[in-house]
Every structure is written in C-alpha cells, then in structure tokens.
Antibody, heavy 124, light 107 residues
C-alpha cells in the first residue's frame, strides 16, 4: 500500500521560504507524477504544481514565480519550496500521486493517493 | 484557468435519501472530471475519475455522469458515513482546478 507523508515546519515567518518534503513509501516514485495541493482553513483546494520522477515540473501560473518542486528518487521524496510567503499562504499542504487511466486514445489524470496533510501557518 | 462551479454549496439530507451534486465547467472538458470526498481533518478521497469510473474500493452507491461542461455525482442511498464535503476537479488543462465544494449535512 502506497503511503505519502508530509514533513516540515508548521510555522513560517512572513517573507521567508516555506519548505516541505513528502516521503513516499510502499511503492516506487518512478514513472509517476507527484503534486502539491493546498487548502486554506475552511476553504477549497488549490493545485500548486507537480514534478515527474525525471525532474520535469509544471506549476500553477498563480504561484509560479515563487514555487520550486524537486524530486530525490534515491530517497523516494519530493519537495516543495514556496518563497516570500504571506498570511494568505497559511494552509494545509497535501502531497499526492497522479495516476493515469487511458482509454480510447485519451489518458485521464487523477490523484489516487494523498498524504494526511500538514498545516503551515505564516505568522511572525 | 477553467472555473469549476458546484451546486448546491450545501445540502441537508436524511439517511437513505438520493443525493445529486452538480458541477459545471467554464469550458468543455470532455470527461476529464474527478470527484473527491473530504471529511473534517482528513485528506480528500478519490471517488470517481474520468467522469464515471468508480475508484476501486468505493461503494457502488456512488456514481458519476456527464461530459463537456455539465457533470453530476449521485449517491443513490445516503449512508451515515457519507456526510462530508464533495469536490469536483478538472484534469483537462493546467492548472488543474477544483470546485468550491458541496457540504452534505444531516437533516
């Protein structure tokens, strides 16, 4: 059974960089895309970006200038860095695995495994 | 970005009721539509992918339908464990976006 676990500081000061790591166990990190998704308290879900096991990335344009996602296949981990944080970045941060279902020439992408989430608060 | 709009935002229902939640995309997304269930303090759980495919292990009382811009999640007979918030999500284009959620509460 694949498991994902987020780790990192729960409190970050404004203007500093938020850094989180997701450790994957029970399965390979190879051949999959891996995403970060966040949810402000009491609000909806926002996709931040993904990394492929090769290291290629794709980010949400709304956060692109501040986001870096990387992968370390030897440690079966991938990481998120979000710079210049503000109070609006306070959220539960989830890591998740992409899975693709292919049928009739089309491939449908979905998040099949998620971490439990970690609350990051931006405050001085 | 593709905007996903769910209706209603919340609903009250009784155990055994048939419940329908609607999701509308701001542009056509074929069947690149997923549904998730989220309980308080927990990560979202995949219910339906590709608009109508039931994720392994999910009870058959959950079903999804639709194509293009209009989609539906149906719970045929609401169970106590189904009281939660439900989100739709499009994977047609980047950035992938979610609906604002529909909270299903006990009547």
């Amino acid at each position: 059974q694949v498991q994902l676990q987020e780790s990192g500081p729960g409190l970050v000061k404004p203007s500093e960089t938020l850094s989180l790591t997701c450790t994957v166990s029970g399965g390979s990190i190879g051949t999959y895309y891996w995403s970060w998704i966040r949810q402000p308290p009491g609000k909806g879900l926002e996709w931040i970006g993904y990394v492929y096991y090769t290291g290629s990335t794709n980010y949400n344009p709304s956060l692109k200038s501040r986001v870096t996602i990387s992968v370390d296949t030897s440690k079966t981990q991938f990481s998120l860095k979000l710079s210049s944080v503000a109070a609006a970045d306070t959220a539960v941060y989830y890591c998740a695995r992409h899975r693709a279902y292919c049928s009739g020439g089309s491939c449908y992408d979905y998040f099949d495994y998620w971490g439990q989430g970690t609350l990051v608060t931006v405050s001085s | 970005d593709i905007q996903m709009t769910q209706s209603p935002s919340s609903l009250s229902a009784s155990v055994g009721d048939r419940v329908t939640i609607t999701c509308r995309a701001s542009q056509g997304i074929s069947t690149y539509l997923n549904w998730f269930q989220q309980k308080p303090g927990k990560a979202p759980k995949l219910l339906i992918y590709a608009a109508s495919s039931l994720q392994s292990g999910v009870p058959s009382r959950f079903s999804g339908s639709g194509s293009g811009t209009d989609f539906t999640l149906t719970i045929s007979s609401l169970q106590p464990e189904d009281f939660a918030t439900y989100y739709c999500q499009q994977s047609f284009s980047t950035p992938q976006t979610f609906g604002q959620g529909t909270k299903v509460e006990i009547k």
